[in-house]
């Protein structure tokens, strides 16, 4: 999540400071505040409410909460958190249905804002919901938006209403009207209204958008706003509501690398709640916006549920059962592990994923440093053998590596690669689908796994034996590595600022995924 990047490095390191603090005081506090207000003025957040998001702040944090608290440095973290959350819009918002369909969504803002593009994601968003949207081409004014939005329909396989060319020909109320009637007739019970923008508030604009919105009596007014958009966008987004008024907001370029200054400020001095966040150029790159998950996202305390969403949407449970049972059956093929690999890949964009883990902030470079496309060269390895060759590995020998080496566009190295990462995949697999303790490569015995005390046990006996091989070199590896084995699992949250063990990864954890996924 680019767009906050620099906002959740500030204030991570501005909590951080806390930590050896056993009792705060106002001096303390002061400091914590005037930093917070920096990192929100730096981040482009409207001067009114950074003042008033401070505010709040000084006042819990000097108050009884964090006084009494046996870690007044977490509980200010949980107070910024929960202030971040108000100014985000408090509650989650959904789309309000229309009783009697259709529902119809109008779409407002200004030029380039990504109105034409959130209207093909938002349609193929409610199909996946079971809707059957109708998109209205009514932006008849900028070049060749109407054959934008016909593109757009086509990939989210979107019916589209387009009776006029655009390119300043038609009458984008008449349209509009006639969008809103062809889909009661057509029966589709959403209409998505795309209107026209302007590079700049306008009178002319406002009164379009005007006309528009009293011609067809929409049930939502989405104002589409870029988060690239630094201080103006209160600005603008205080036009739009007096010329037009709309009921929920949606950030576009979420991703992007922004300050973030137009998500923070927008719902709070509107009033108006944040509905979807656009994260990506693809038509599937639209979160539903949850104000608790995006604060905890800032303050890199990670975002489990929005993971664990995309998970389910990406993974069949049949499918994934078949797959623990043949685990446990020792009958895990290549066929399985393409078939697995091509529903992670549904799942989206690495990077993102591994963003949403808690602490994952201290570790941007790693990340970074993935190289997503070693998917697809992992999918073209195993595409290049034959069925044979996927459900029995064990017949790949030298000569039938060199063919696979060869069809895939890579080197025989790459396949060998593959194949040690295969066969620890598996043996780890068969391990957690038997119940028992995985031992990760690079991080060790995963906690919390296994029958307690058994791997202790056996880790003291084999520390106080060492090593029984035969070969001496290998005998004195073994027995260095016993005597450094098992290091204590790093504690802290997100800000080091103490908590439960494990909470955030370690730098042997992204050397593992790094090795998996290679370097860019």
């Keep these: 999540m680019a767009t906050f990047g620099t906002l959740s490095d500030r204030l991570t390191d501005t909590f951080r400071n806390l930590r050896t ?51 007044p440095a977490q509980q200010v973290v949980q107070i910024v958190n929960d202030e971040l959350v108000g100014i985000l819009g408090g509650q989650q918002r959904r789309l309000q249905f229309a009783k009697n369909p259709p529902t119809v969504i109008m779409l407002a803002g200004l030029q380039g804002s990504g109105k034409t593009t959130f209207a093909g994601k938002l349609a193929k968003m409610l199909e996946k919901d079971g809707h059957t949207p109708l998109l209205v081409a009514a932006d008849l004014q900028r070049p060749n938006a109407v054959n934008q939005l016909q593109v757009v329909a086509g990939q989210a396989g979107a019916a589209i209403y387009a009776p ?31 209107t026209a923008g302007r590079l700049g508030v306008d009178a002319e604009l406002m009164t379009q958008a005007a006309d528009i919105r009293k011609a067809i009596d929409p049930d939502e007014v989405l104002f589409v706003i870029d988060s690239l958009t630094g201080q103006d966008a209160v600005n603008t987004a205080k036009a739009f509501q007096e010329g037009v008024d709309f009921t929920g907001v949606v950030l576009s370029k979420l991703d992007g690398d922004s ?56 993974f069949d449970e049949d499918e994934a059962r078949k797959v623990a049972e043949k685990l446990a059956n020792e009958q895990f093929t290549l066929e399985d592990f393409l078939d697995q690999l091509q529903q992670l890949r549904k799942m989206g964009s690495m990077k993102k994923m591994l963003g949403m883990l808690p602490g994952m902030g201290q570790m941007k470079q790693q990340i970074e440093d993935i190289d997503e496309r070693e998917l697809d060269r992992t999918e073209a390895i195993v595409r290049s053998m034959t069925p044979a060759e996927r459900r029995t590995p064990k017949v790949l020998n030298g000569s039938r590596r060199l063919r696979i080496a060869r069809g895939a566009g890579m080197t025989v190295t790459d396949v060998n690669q593959l194949m040690q990462r295969f066969d620890q995949a598996a043996k780890m697999m068969k391990t957690v689908a038997r119940g028992g303790m995985p031992n990760v490569p690079g991080m060790g015995p995963v906690p919390g796994m296994g029958r307690p005390g058994a791997s202790s046990k056996r880790g003291k006996q084999a520390k106080r034996k060492g090593s029984r091989s035969g070969n ?45 996924f290679g370097k860019g």
């Design 21 to 71: 603090k056993g009792k705060l005081t106002p001096a303390d506090v002061d400091g914590t505040v005037r930093e917070i207000r920096r990192a929100l003025l730096d981040a482009d957040v409207a001067l009114p409410v950074v003042k008033e998001f401070t505010a709040s702040i000084r006042e819990r944090a000097l108050g009884d909460e964090v006084n009494r608290a046996l870690n």
């Design 472 to 516: 001496p070199a290998k005998r004195a590896a073994e027995n260095a590595g016993l005597d450094t084995a098992a290091p204590a699992a790093p504690t802290g949250s997100g800000f080091g600022l103490g908590g439960t063990k494990g909470a955030e990864p370690t730098a042997a954890d992204m050397a593992e995924i790094q090795k998996l």
């Design 164 to 194: 006029e060319p655009g390119n300043g020909v038609g009458d984008p109320v008449r349209v509009a009207r006639g969008g809103v009637e062809t889909a009661r007739r057509q029966q589709h019970d959403v209409v998505i209204v795309d």
């Design 259 to 314: 300050r973030g200054g137009a998500a923070l400020s927008v719902a709070s001095v509107t009033g108006r709640p944040i509905i979807f966040a656009s994260t990506g150029e693809g038509l599937d790159d639209l979160e539903a916006f949850h104000p608790d998950r995006m604060a905890s996202r800032i303050l890199d305390l990670g975002d489990i549920l929005t993971l664990i969403e995309q998970a389910q949407q990406a």
